[in-house]
């Protein structure tokens, strides 16, 4: 059973990616302020801790009730709650892309090929046509989950592997959606869900929350003005417990509401970027005008989220079937 607080939390987050994904590609007849690009890098830079947050959570979940004896049933209910979402998405939105670049290529990028079914097979089992390459990753993990227990459930050897993991990600420049680029983030989520059951059914020790908000800052900047790939990281492993420390000390100051709509995280996270693109991209080219790019950055993410929102209740309400797969029966 998932605490208010992480449904609240992955309901802010998935607006977090919806924001980060608003970044709005400049045309040839696009017209804006430089500030307006600087404000640009910056907030789609800050909205990146929201990503690490979903795998921090995702181990704990994962890890919350397991035992071994526990993997083929855990492994059984992921396929029906990521496998089945994942190639349902990428296969909807693998013909949507197609129909869009066939029927309004102005407002779209022709980047996904369609020259043979084998292209569009490969397209979709590598997630080119959706953002979902985080639910792939996540599907990785729990293939593997017999090892990640073997690595958290001892306490004295758990910072080993921490560390292990950490110099890996270091060393080495993966690619943003490679499973062992966010695997620190999700053992450490794991190892509070084994150790410390009530982590996210609770407020956050300060003694995590106070140095995330310190440091945050600092490796932030490094991160904008010396950037590389240990200023990267840094600013990624902050992230979790920065995100959830804020959220509790505004939960303690006025208690954030948990509104029905917000179960439809998933939904808004699976199915918001495409709209996204087409939106912006229209505001952009029937617009020009130096306030287009702030219309387009500020506005097509808040009707993007109430459409969605508006089709993940509708679809909720008449297919709660079709609801159900889509969704991973969250």
Same mark, same amino acid.
């Given at each position: 059973?998932?605490?208010?607080?992480? #449904?609240? !939390?992955?309901?802010?987050?998935? =607006?977090?990616?919806?924001?980060?994904?608003?970044?709005?590609?400049? @045309?040839?007849?696009?017209?804006?302020?430089?500030?307006?690009? &600087?404000?640009?890098?910056?907030?789609?830079?800050?909205?990146?801790?929201?990503?690490?947050?979903?795998?921090?959570?995702?181990?704990? !979940?994962?890890?919350?009730?397991?035992?071994?004896?526990?993997?083929?049933?855990?492994?059984?209910? +992921?396929? +029906?709650?990521?496998?089945?979402?994942?190639?349902?998405?990428?296969?909807?939105?693998?013909?949507?892309?197609?129909?869009?670049?066939?029927? #309004?290529?102005?407002?779209?990028?022709?980047?996904?090929?369609?020259?043979?079914?084998?292209?569009?097979?490969?397209?979709?089992?590598?997630?080119?046509?959706?953002?979902?390459?985080?639910?792939?990753? #996540?599907?990785?993990?729990?293939?593997?989950?017999?090892?990640?227990? =073997?690595?958290?459930?001892?306490?004295?050897?758990?910072?080993?592997?921490?560390?292990?993991?950490?110099?890996?990600?270091?060393?080495?420049?993966?690619?943003?959606?490679?499973?062992?680029?966010?695997?620190?983030?999700? =053992?450490?989520?794991?190892?509070?869900?084994?150790?410390?059951?009530?982590?996210?059914?609770?407020?956050?020790? =300060?003694?995590?929350?106070?140095?995330? @908000?310190?440091?945050?800052?600092?490796?932030? &900047?490094?991160?904008?003005?010396?950037?590389?790939?240990?200023?990267?990281?840094?600013?990624?492993?902050?992230?979790?417990? !920065?995100?959830?420390?804020? &959220?509790?000390?505004?939960?303690?100051?006025?208690?954030?509401?948990?509104?029905?709509?917000?179960?439809?995280?998933?939904? @808004?996270?699976?199915?918001?970027?495409?709209?996204?693109?087409?939106?912006? +991209?229209?505001?952009?080219?029937?617009?020009?005008?130096?306030?287009?790019?702030?219309?387009?950055?500020?506005?097509?993410?808040?009707?993007?989220?109430?459409?969605?929102?508006?089709?993940?209740?509708?679809?909720? +309400?008449?297919?709660?079937?079709?609801?159900?797969?889509?969704?991973?029966?969250?």
């Amino acid at each position: 059973m998932k605490s208010v607080k992480i #449904i609240n !939390l992955s309901f802010l987050l998935a =607006l977090g990616i919806v924001w980060q994904h608003s970044q709005l590609p400049i @045309l040839p007849s696009t017209v804006a302020h430089p500030q307006f690009l &600087y404000m640009l890098q910056f907030t789609n830079k800050m909205m990146e801790v929201v990503v690490p947050c979903f795998f921090f959570i995702s181990g704990y !979940l994962f890890f919350r009730n397991y035992t071994p004896a526990d993997f083929l049933k855990k492994l059984r209910t +992921r396929l +029906r709650s990521l496998l089945v979402p994942y190639l349902l998405w990428n296969v909807i939105f693998a013909a949507a892309w197609y129909v869009a670049i066939r029927f #309004i290529p102005d407002f779209v990028t022709d980047r996904f090929p369609y020259d043979s079914i084998l292209d569009v097979i490969v397209g979709i089992v590598s997630c080119q046509y959706t953002v979902l390459w985080y639910v792939g990753v #996540i599907f990785v993990y729990a293939l593997i989950a017999p090892l990640l227990w =073997l690595m958290v459930r001892r306490k004295k050897l758990f910072p080993v592997w921490l560390v292990v993991t950490c110099v890996i990600c270091l060393v080495f420049r993966h690619p943003f959606c490679s499973p062992v680029l966010w695997l620190p983030i999700y =053992l450490a989520g794991a190892y509070a869900g084994v150790h410390h059951k009530d982590f996210l059914f609770g407020e956050q020790p =300060l003694f995590l929350t106070i140095p995330s @908000l310190i440091l945050f800052p600092i490796a932030f &900047y490094w991160d904008c003005f010396r950037p590389s790939n240990l200023s990267m990281n840094i600013v990624q492993w902050i992230g979790p417990t !920065l995100c959830i420390g804020i &959220y509790d000390i505004v939960n303690r100051l006025h208690t954030v509401p948990s509104l029905s709509f917000f179960k439809y995280s998933f939904f @808004l996270y699976a199915m918001h970027y495409m709209p996204l693109h087409i939106l912006e +991209r229209m505001c952009l080219m029937l617009w020009s005008h130096p306030y287009a790019p702030y219309v387009a950055y500020f506005g097509a993410p808040l009707v993007v989220t109430v459409f969605v929102i508006l089709v993940a209740r509708l679809t909720d +309400r008449r297919l709660p079937r079709l609801y159900s797969l889509l969704s991973g029966g969250r």
